[in-house]
């Protein structure tokens, strides 16, 4: 089981790595659920969605947990190593560049269908296309 103190310091580190990847777009923090009676991290952020019958892409917020306990050990110092915060920040690492994207470029991926995690390299193409045409153009 996490201490407190481990655990406060674990929704530190993760605030402070996600400040850096997407500056004030994710909020972490710690949360028991007891009916798994366990510790979790938790990011929440804005994501989007196509709803309703006409499928508008529309503002939500969700969020990505981890359970804190599988991740610590302890090393024979009694000192807790753990890999959470590592663990957990790469899923904000991998999407960071839609995260930091403006809701033009996040509501196009959604249209598109288009996953947080590929955006970039979805983007990157679309922008590609779209300087070949215009530079066809001129």
């Given at each position: 089981m996490t201490t407190k103190e481990t655990r406060e310091r674990a929704v530190r580190?993760?605030?402070?790595?996600?400040?850096?990847?997407?500056?004030?777009?994710?909020?972490?923090y710690d949360y028991y659920c007891d009916?798994?009676?366990?510790?979790?991290?938790?990011?929440?952020?804005?994501?989007?969605?196509k709803l309703g019958e006409k499928q508008e892409v529309t503002?939500?917020?969700?969020?990505?947990?981890?359970?804190?306990?599988?991740?610590f050990k302890m090393l024979p110092s009694g000192r807790a190593m753990y890999?959470?915060?590592?663990?957990?920040?790469?899923?904000?690492k991998q999407r960071s560049v839609w995260m930091n994207a403006s809701y033009y470029?996040?509501?196009?991926?959604?249209?598109?269908?288009?996953?947080?995690?590929?955006?970039?390299q979805w983007r990157d193409g679309y922008k590609?296309?779209?300087?070949?045409i215009i530079s066809y153009l001129d």
């Open positions: 580190e993760a605030q402070t790595i996600c400040d850096e990847l997407v500056p004030g777009k994710v909020r972490v009916e798994a009676n366990k510790w979790y991290l938790v990011g929440s952020y804005q994501s989007y969605m503002a939500m917020v969700t969020d990505w947990r981890e359970e804190m306990d599988s991740h890999s959470l915060v590592g663990f957990f920040t790469e899923f904000f470029w996040k509501k196009e991926a959604c249209k598109n269908d288009i996953h947080p995690a590929i955006f970039k590609r296309t779209s300087s070949d």
